[in-house]
């Protein structure tokens, strides 16, 4: 599987959950997702730039395989949301959530994040 873009994430959105949304409000809702992945997952292990790059169709995500998936599901909870559907907003933010905390953990797992302590000491 090749790397997942923005215009492929919009498509899967508009296959799964059809809506009367513009192309521009639902790339502006994958920025936000894009920025908020780059903030809480790259930055702290210093993988991240801390400028973001504005989002095209044809704009690389930096989300691999399996959580590429995490583009669609908070572009739908912010469809959701916007229909005023605020159990379906909160289903799809409530997995986005889940997956943000474990792509969280093994990206610090990777970096040896919380390998610091190498002996225990007790005094």
């Not at 739908?76 to 943000?100: E, F, K, P």
Request: hydrophobic share 40%; with cysteine.
């Amino acid at each position: 599987m090749g790397a997942l873009t923005a215009g492929q994430v919009l498509a899967q959105v508009d296959g799964l959950l059809p809506n009367a949304y513009t192309r521009e409000e639902k790339l502006r809702w994958l920025a936000q997702a894009e920025a908020g992945l780059i903030r809480e997952v790259w930055q702290p292990t210093g993988e991240a730039p801390t400028v973001f790059p504005e989002l095209r169709e044809d704009t690389v995500l930096k989300a691999e395989a399996p959580y590429g998936e995490l583009y669609s599901l908070y572009v739908q909870g912010q469809i959701h949301y916007a229909n005023g559907d605020m159990t379906r907003c909160s289903n799809a933010m409530s997995l986005w959530n889940q997956g943000v905390a474990t792509m969280q953990a093994e990206q610090l797992r990777r970096g040896g994040m919380g390998r610091e302590a190498q002996h225990l000491r007790l005094c």
